[in-house]
């Protein structure tokens, strides 16, 4: 096991009917900023349930936060923070709304060093993150894991740049799970949100073995816990306990917990930002196309941890392990497209013509090899991305 | 799955050399005490690690910090910090003294309601702790959580009286914890606190199914590494890994984590509690006594989880339920011999003469019967401790 630092100071508060619990966790006398999306929470009753909650509070709104937020979106809320001297940040949405709220939160007070600097510079300099309005976050898609971590991705619309930042100081203070209101979802994005909390949980497993066995088996568990439960969810979509344990893994997937001590990998994170970017394909759909084919090209370096993962999350007996390790990534393949989503090009309409550029376009933003071992080069994430056209 | 609130803000610094990093992590202009127990820090070399690391702070000692930490040893600590204007406690051992040191913090500033009000009245009397001083801690022994929770044990010398209580307050503000800090501890707490971390988990885990697949996978997760890890720290006293796996499986074994939104029992801890009282045997010592007898006992209530745990934690597949179950109870007492630690009055050289009294005790202590279903009757006890014997 590596050296370790681990801090996740979010408190959550998990189950049905937890909305209102907002009414003690902010402060009696906050100047408290709404933040949502499109409105979908005025359909499901979140909104009526958070507005109930907040009575006799002092609160704002500011709605219209876009899927791959956008910067010049925060930039707006933050000149309403500043005009109506909010103090507290209330996120009530998905991945993008709690990931712009973030930008928001440390946006506010952002001075930088130059007489030009803006909070895009936390994202495209690296310019320090000092301080941060509190943010509290109400979860309406398990997915992505920001209800407890301290990450945010923000797309810059005037230049197309889609970049990422963190920060201990923007962890939410806390974050309401409440399943029920993950009802009403899309099937689409219930599907995107299990395959996207699945690779998570591989990026930080599928990696070289360090003897980390409480990280191994924890992420062997939340692997275990999204194949039983993710075909379950589209059958029985309104089972509160199925969806409980689809929203409890996912925000276990990455508030840091099993990544303490263990190398990363991220590759297959990187690779799918410029299929989305290129092509227009959901964050979870490049995932899946991009997973099964690292798994395959990075077979010699992955060995000892996909024949592990093949054993233990998939129970395979193979005796030869070249084949329990192709079986291993036929059933990964299979799990994804059994949630309705595919795992080639071709099941998106698209074919190989894209790859160079794609290939192009990862190495201008990733001058260096990917992966855990920084052997995934340019070469090698062409064949991985042909392989799976 | 039950609704849930988790709130766990102790930062863990995880790895060899990390005592340095308490130079960081405690202000800078803080007045710390040092709190400790026998000396045995002193001989393994973590205090002249710890006092290096504080050069250039102001910092003062407290020694003498017994196993079952006294009421009245926590007193002389309160007194030596209002004297010397301390603010800021480092606690250094093992789980005696994080659990003082966790009343120390909430008595300082302890006024209670009447004037004859003491910080004892935090366990006697349930006073609500109203403030503390922050802790910082480095653990020297896993076992009991307590680097990573709120809770503490303490035991009034006067009156044998041992009571706990539990914070939010008191939760160390950070905990290092270094496995090359445990290679000198004999090797009966070695073995006590693998049994001891083993029968947490098996507390929050083996009770009835809510259908919390999360938690029961990281529970069945920090069995499999104790039951591997533990009779390999016996056999091979110098492995870091192998340390470093028990030492994270013990803190994650109690930090809440495992435990939220799932029935508990601790019907085992309250029942030890008395065999610790009246015959002086080590914590883990009476919970691998009673732990498996109460399995056998409660084998109806327990069923759906004895069967789980059987499959998943000893790959047992009798197609006989009750075979299958007597299997798990056979493994679980066998991994407690293995380790070294008894699991009947005889293996003490005690036998069943005591019961009634043992029963009478814990009954006096607590009125209510025990466990997740409340159906742990003193009858049911003394069954439990007769087939112990």
């Not at 690779?199 to 497993?205: A, F, G, K």
């Not at 939340?222 to 309104?238: D, F, H, M, R, S």
């Not at 010699?300 to 079986?327: C, F, H, M, P």
């Amino acid at each position: 096991m590596n050296n370790f630092s681990f801090h996740n100071p979010t408190k959550i508060v998990f189950g049905e009917g937890q909305i209102s619990a907002i009414a003690d966790l902010i402060p009696a006398n906050a100047r408290i900023l709404i933040t949502y999306g499109g409105g979908s929470i005025k359909k499901n009753g979140v909104y009526d349930q958070v507005i109930k909650a907040l009575e006799g509070k002092t609160f704002f709104e500011f709605s219209g936060i876009e899927p791959n937020p956008h910067y010049e979106t925060c930039e707006k809320a933050i000149a309403l923070i500043k005009e109506k001297n909010i103090d507290f940040l209330l996120a009530v949405g998905g991945g993008s709304v709690v990931d712009a709220t973030k930008l928001i939160a440390a946006g506010v007070n952002f001075k930088g060093e130059t007489p030009d600097a803006e909070p895009w510079d936390i994202l495209a300099k690296g310019a320090p993150v000092t301080s941060a309005l509190p943010i509290g976050c109400i979860l309406t898609l398990p997915a992505t894991g920001t209800e407890s971590n301290g990450n945010s991705v923000i797309t810059k619309a005037a230049t197309h740049e889609k970049l990422a930042f963190g920060s201990p100081l923007v962890y939410p203070v806390f974050s309401i799970l409440d399943p029920t209101t993950t009802y009403s979802l899309p099937t689409r994005q219930i599907s995107n949100g299990v395959v996207d909390a699945f690779v998570h949980i591989m990026e930080q497993y599928l990696t070289y073995p360090v003897d980390a066995k409480v990280q191994d088996r924890f992420a062997e568990g939340l692997l275990l816990t999204l194949i039983e439960e993710g075909p379950k969810v589209l059958a029985q979509p309104n089972d509160y306990a199925i969806r409980a344990n689809v929203m409890w893994a996912a925000t276990m997937a990455l508030n840091g917990l099993i990544g303490v001590g263990v190398p990363q990998d991220w590759a297959t994170h990187m690779i799918g930002h410029e299929l989305t970017a290129m092509h227009g394909l959901d964050h979870a759909q490049t995932l899946a196309i991009v997973l099964p084919s690292l798994m395959n090209q990075q077979r010699e370096q992955k060995r000892g941890k996909l024949i592990q993962y093949g054993k233990r999350v998939w129970n395979l007996t193979n005796s030869n392990e070249d084949e329990l390790i192709d079986a291993a990534i036929a059933a990964t393949k299979n799990f994804f497209e059994q949630m309705g989503v595919p795992t080639t090009f071709k099941g998106y309409g698209l074919d190989s013509s894209s790859i160079p550029a794609l290939v192009d376009n990862l190495v201008r933003h990733n001058p260096n090899p990917l992966g855990e071992k920084a052997d995934i080069t340019a070469e090698v994430t062409k064949k991985i991305l042909l392989a799976a056209a």
